[in-house]
């Protein structure tokens, strides 16, 4: 059963002052890892697709990589604002038989930046 | 380019009535669709998948099913709720061999 793991599932920090990593392990071989953001009463919007050991993506304030042979991706957060407040989710996709592929989620990671 | 739409956004239901959620994509073909819970706190939770017409694959045991009578077309149903069942429903497309996902604006279930 694939397990994924993600910590610290709360986070919290003011504007601008420090760099912070949310960190997601997984338990089975996987060379496809998703990065969500969701924002309070909303669907999930994607922000990373990681296909392959040692891929690094970057979006403004925000760093994602993977690490196929550790089983860790990290999502690192640069001098955080206000607007990045969300819940951030890791997904890890397997392959079933047929093509389809279902993600299985971390508990996600509950940011809140404080002005 | 291709949307997805999922309605009802909202909805409260008693205790032991029915349930049809509706989730259609447009502007692709022969997509492959899901339905994921998120419970009051909790991760996402996957459903159900669809691979194809009349092809349903449970993830969960649980109150509900899935059908895909279109090609488009992913519907989740329950013929007597249960309180345990009130949650953020998503539903979600991919294609086989692009590996992203897109996600439905999501369906918010009381059960009361």
């Known amino acids: 059963e694939l397990k994924v793991e993600q910590n610290p599932l709360f986070l919290s920090m003011q504007e601008g002052k420090k760099n912070y990593t949310i960190y997601c392990n997984y338990s089975?071989?996987?060379?496809?890892l998703y990065w969500y953001r969701q924002d309070p009463g909303k669907s999930l919007e994607s922000l990373f697709v990681l296909l392959s050991n040692g891929a690094v993506k970057q979006e403004g304030r925000l760093m994602a990589s993977l690490d196929t042979k550790a089983r860790l991706s990290t999502l690192h957060i640069t001098a955080a604002v206000h607007d990045l407040s969300a819940t951030y989710f890791c997904a890890v996709g397997l392959y079933s038989g047929g093509g389809a592929d279902g993600l299985t989620f971390g508990k996600g990671t509950h940011l809140i930046i404080q002005p | 380019s291709q949307t997805i739409h999922q309605w009802p956004a909202t909805l409260v239901q008693p205790v032991g009535s029915p349930l049809s959620l509706e989730c259609t994509v447009e502007g692709t073909s022969n997509p492959n669709l899901y339905w994921y819970r998120q419970a009051a706190g909790r991760g996402l939770q996957l459903l159900f998948y669809?691979?194809?017409?009349?092809?349903i694959s449970s993830e969960v045991p649980q109150n509900l099913s899935a059908s895909r009578p279109q090609d488009r077309q992913f519907i989740l149903s329950s013929k007597k709720l249960l309180l345990s069942d009130s949650g953020f429903y998503l539903c979600?497309?991919?294609?086989?061999?692009?590996?992203?996902?897109?996600f439905g604006s999501g369906t918010r279930l009381t059960v009361v």
């Open positions: 979600a497309w991919s294609k086989t061999g692009v590996r992203g996902y897109t």
């Open positions: 089975t071989t996987s060379d496809r």
């Open positions: 669809s691979v194809g017409i009349g092809q």
